[in-house]
Structures are given as C-alpha cells and as structure tokens.
C-alpha cells in the first residue's frame, strides 16, 4: 500500500495516520514554502526513518505547487507515472497541505478512483471511496493510543521549527517498585511526603542544583506513569534557531514535563508555591493600623497585578504548547495551592488543564481517561474527603 500525504506544519495527522496504516511506501507532498510544508516534510522524512514507521527507503518527498490548482493534478498524474503507482494500491491523505492543494489533490483522488480520508482532531478518519462514479463516505475511529510508546523528544524535534532542543532533559520511567504498589497506595506515600525519586528509573542530564519545584515535577511525573503514560521527559529546554556561526545561544524556554498521550504531545507546568497574590495579604501585618483609604487601593492594586501573573505564565505556556505540540497539543498546569476564580476561567476558556498537588491521582486520572466513569474506591476517597473538608 501506497500512501500520498499533504505536509504541512501540523505533524499529528501524518503520525497518525502513518502508525494506524502502516504503509509500504510514502509520499510526503509538500510546496517550495519551507516552514509551512518542505521544513516540515523533511523532518517528518527523518522521523520514519529513524523510527522505522515506513521500511528502509520507502519514505519520499515530491515537490507540488500550492498555488496553482491544475497543476497540483499534474504533479499528482506525474508522480503516478514516474513512479509507476498502481491507483487501486494508493491512499490519499488530504489532511495537510494549504485549502487549495487539499481540494486539488481531492479533485485528483475522485477523478482517478484513488481511495482519500481526512482526520479530525477528535481522532477520526473520515473515508472517501469511490463507487459507481461518487465518493462514498465511512468515518473510522483512530486509536490515539498507537503513539504512546513514541519518543516524546523525536516527535518534539519533528513539530519544532523556530526553535531547537538545547538539552532534551531526563527520561523518567517507573522502577520494580514503583510498578508493584497499587495506585492508591502509590499516591498516598507521594502525598506523605515520600520522594517519588525512590521510585523511578531515571536516564540523562538536568539542573544539578536542585530547585524547590524539582519534588513535585517527580511526584507528577511518577503518577503519570503509574496512570499508563509509557514514559515522562523532564526538564528540556529550548533554544532559537539561528546561523551556525552565531555562537553559543541561550535556552529561551523550559519545559517540566513532556509526554505523548492518546496522539497528542502534552506539556506540563509544575509549580509547587504559594499563590503570589496572597503575598500582598502577607504584607498587612506590617503596615499601620488602620489602614488608610490609599494603602488598601494600594494592596488591592497588587493583588491584581500578581493574579495577572497567573494568567501570564498560563498564557506563555499556551505559546509554547502551540510550537511544541501544534494544534494537538496540550497544556496542564500542577498547582500546589488553588488559584482565584479569574485565573481558573481563563484556564477552561482555552482549554488548560489545572491539575493540584493535593489530588493529583484523581485529577490526572480525570484528565487521561476524560469518559471513564468512576470506580467505587474513587467515590469512598472522594466521599471520605468531602466529609473532612465539613468536619
């Protein structure tokens, strides 16, 4: 089976569909634009090679326009022809590209009988076949889950173009007996205070100093992997790309934690800190009694100012999860103390995942399996929490 893929920036519907086919040959279809579809298809090139997704040699590129309709149907005819492809043996991806090459490369695919399918972001491929001189259509859910295993770092490197990885950071997966303990359990040693460390197999470099949020970048990370995440990259960073001879450049971002999961690449934002707007609060104790009129505007002002700081950090971890992770990525910010109403609105509204230190287990466990519904030992905690808040 041959597979014909428009590239373009977002590389998840190639991965996909490329792990769920399995093809024996590749055509990755790309325009002259490097970073919207050649820069990408190049690094796509390299990722099935080098994780052998498509036998040895069986992955090329094939220049199309992307402006001029017709001839994106020559190029398409073409390639048939030079590389002598059976129609009856080919598959057409037309979820990449620009409107115009994907309506083209449609055109092509309806006029020569050539079966075509586009994947949703909700996972599902929608099918095109020909029959009796239409396209029939057939949806097929996708199994996200087909990528778990990938390399996080290499589907990282594949979807980055502005930037490069300085330092990919530590892979962290779950040790003899970190797999032995229960879930339950496993979470209530990490809530007492047990250093998750103990528990996973750690390979590679970061920060030798430790910092204060470094345990609960571990503790999340550890429950995680107990959770099924395959394995947890910690502490990369990013560098812009420039000129071979610019010099040594600077790490512009950090990422805490980087997984894929259910065909995405999720970032995680590890805080494990007080709110800074309480630090204005804090102040009151040390001011004069009673305060006058100007001094609590003052605080007030401050406490604003610092709960913008929220929303700011939340929005640079939007920018990053976009060049990360593209438009499949996901953000998820670990929060030690909870957050002021404003900050957790600004989260749903563009779909950031707010996960806390305290109920990590259950809140992480919501957030991977969105459609499981509860089991009896989550609704005893649940129920056995809610009465200790009332007591």
């Known amino acids: 089976m041959t597979l014909l893929s428009l590239a373009s920036k977002q590389i998840w519907p190639q991965v996909l569909a490329v792990a769920h086919l399995k093809p024996e040959r590749l055509f990755l279809l790309h325009s002259e634009d490097v970073a919207e579809s050649k820069g990408p298809a190049q690094r796509l090139k390299r990722l099935f090679d080098d994780a052998g997704l498509v036998p040895k040699g069986g992955t090329r590129l094939h220049l199309i326009s992307d402006s ?12 048939q022809t030079g590389a002598q492809l059976l129609l009856s043996d080919c598959l057409l991806n037309f979820t990449g590209g620009n409107k115009l090459m994907a309506t083209a490369a ?6 020569r009988g050539v079966r075509a399918f586009y994947l949703e972001r909700r996972n599902q491929l929608t099918w095109f076949l020909p029959r009796d001189g239409e396209m029939a259509t057939r949806p097929e859910p996708l199994d996200g889950k087909l990528t778990d295993a990938f390399d996080p770092v290499s589907l990282l490197r594949c979807q980055l173009d502005a930037s490069e990885i300085q330092r990919p950071g530590q892979v962290l997966m779950l040790n003899d007996g970190g797999r032995r303990l229960t879930e339950q359990d496993f979470a209530q040693r990490l809530l007492n205070g047990e250093d ?3 528990y996973l197999s750690i390979v590679g470099e970061a920060d030798r100093e430790e910092k204060p949020g470094d345990p609960l970048e571990f503790s ?11 394995r947890v990259q910690r502490s990369l960073r990013l560098k812009a790309k420039s000129a071979p001879d610019a010099g040594t450049r600077r790490p512009h971002a950090e990422i805490d934690l980087l997984f894929t999961w259910a065909g995405r690449l999720w ?7 007080k709110p800074v707007e309480d630090l204005a609060d804090a102040l009151k104790p040390y001011l004069h009694r009673p305060l006058t009129r100007d001094a609590s505007e003052l605080l007030d002002r401050i406490r604003d100012e610092l709960t913008i700081g929220q929303s700011k950090a939340m929005k640079e971890d939007l920018v990053a999860v976009r060049e990360v992770g593209g438009l499949l990525g996901n953000v998820v910010c670990v929060r030690r103390a909870d957050l002021r109403a404003e900050v957790l609105q600004y989260a749903r509204n563009n779909g950031i995942a707010v996960v806390f230190k305290r109920s990590l287990l259950q809140d992480l466990r919501s957030l991977l399996f969105p459609n499981q519904p509860a089991s009896m030992d989550q609704l005893r905690s649940l129920a056995t929490a809610r009465t200790r808040a009332t007591a």
């Open 267 to 273: 970032l995680a934002d590890c805080k494990d800190r």
């Open 68 to 79: 001029d309709f017709d001839a994106i149907e020559r190029a398409l005819d073409e390639l």
């Open 220 to 230: 999340t990370a550890a429950i995680l992997l107990k959770l099924g995440v395959q």
């Open 106 to 111: 449609f055109r092509w695919a309806a006029k």
């Open 196 to 198: 998750a460390r103990r």
